[in-house]
């Protein structure tokens, strides 16, 4: 199985867009990228309209290979609604559009979803759902919580296995910070896991320091009890730049067990670049990006 992290927050943009190819078939998972419009109060940088246009092209370019696309919620940092013509042919699983949804996600979906008509070979709600195509199965998580409670609706966690490999990417859980978050994970049992972790950067804001804890503790059980191997951690969690001392006791149960804890940038043997954490050096000059 190979595994292709193409945008990611420790690559610079908002995102979690994720090829996967199997034996069997070409797997885009939440084909969709963008910026924060503010944060320390300024706008998004020059750099990171750049880096952005590069994520959407290399979008682009993966969608053209892959037969199946997967859309966790519709968030737009996870699907890109204007550009329905990228599913043409494909088959479509798509977060289920009027159930265990919230008000805003229910408009984008039905929005998006008038967008698709005559695009995708076939359409399915992912919700519960499994697919087989080949030595290749799908399983998706019934809908779970964005983050720890439901006001920004739900998400859809994934599990691709192929030839003894397993991978579980869960989208956005900001965590796992709840029991059904992470009951997935220890029913499913991947080598390697695609995390959306702990929202630190509103750590005593909007996330608190009750879910950090619960957040650790459940990723050290997907380690010891699920056995996991390898745990890319990005998305929310890399817009802090004291990510490595947030989840410490995540790293000391990966050195014990002999796993590791990565962000997707370095699984994908590129520098860590955050640019949306570093707006306010980008801005004053401060901040050269190790990618150039």
């Known amino acids: 199985m190979e595994i292709v992290p193409i945008a990611f927050d420790s690559m610079g943009t908002r995102s979690m867009c994720t090829y996967v190819r199997t034996s069997d078939v070409g797997i885009l998972i939440d084909p969709g990228v963008s910026l924060a419009p503010s944060r320390y109060g300024l706008p998004p940088h020059p750099l990171e309209f750049q880096r952005m246009d590069e994520h959407h092209a290399e979008i682009v370019r993966y969608a053209g290979e892959a037969e199946v696309f997967i859309v966790t919620h519709y968030h737009y940092d996870h699907h890109l609604p204007d550009e329905p013509e990228l599913f043409e042919g494909k088959i479509a699983y798509l977060k289920h559009p009027t159930e265990n949804i919230n008000r805003s996600q229910r ?14 070979k076939r359409l399915e709600y992912a919700d519960g759902n499994e ?42 859980v900001e965590g796992p910070a709840l029991e059904e978050q992470i009951q997935f994970i220890l029913e499913e049992k991947p080598d390697t896991l695609i995390v959306d972790g702990p929202m630190t950067y509103m750590l005593g804001y909007r996330y608190s320091r009750a879910s950090l804890e619960k957040s650790n503790e459940n990723l050290v059980r997907a380690i010891r009890e699920a056995g996991v191997q390898r745990i890319i951690i990005d998305h929310h969690f890399m817009r802090d730049l004291q990510y490595r001392e947030r989840i410490g006791p995540v790293y000391e149960a990966a050195r014990d067990e002999g796993a590791e804890v990565q962000s997707a940038a370095e699984f994908a043997k590129k520098p860590v670049d955050m640019l949306e954490a570093h707006r306010k050096e980008l801005y004053k000059g401060d901040y050269k990006s190790p990618t150039g």
Not at 131 to 140: C, D, E, L, N, V
Not at 141 to 146: F, L, R
Not at 151 to 165: A, D, H, N, P
């Open 131 to 172: 697919a087989r195509f080949g030595g290749t199965h799908i399983r998706f998580s019934p809908a779970v919580c964005h983050g720890t409670n439901n006001r920004l609706g739900y998400v859809v966690e994934v599990s691709i296995e192929c030839e003894g490999e397993k991978l579980v990417f869960t989208s956005d």
């Open 107 to 120: 408009g984008r979906a039905k929005y998006f979803l008038e967008q698709l008509r005559g695009y995708p």
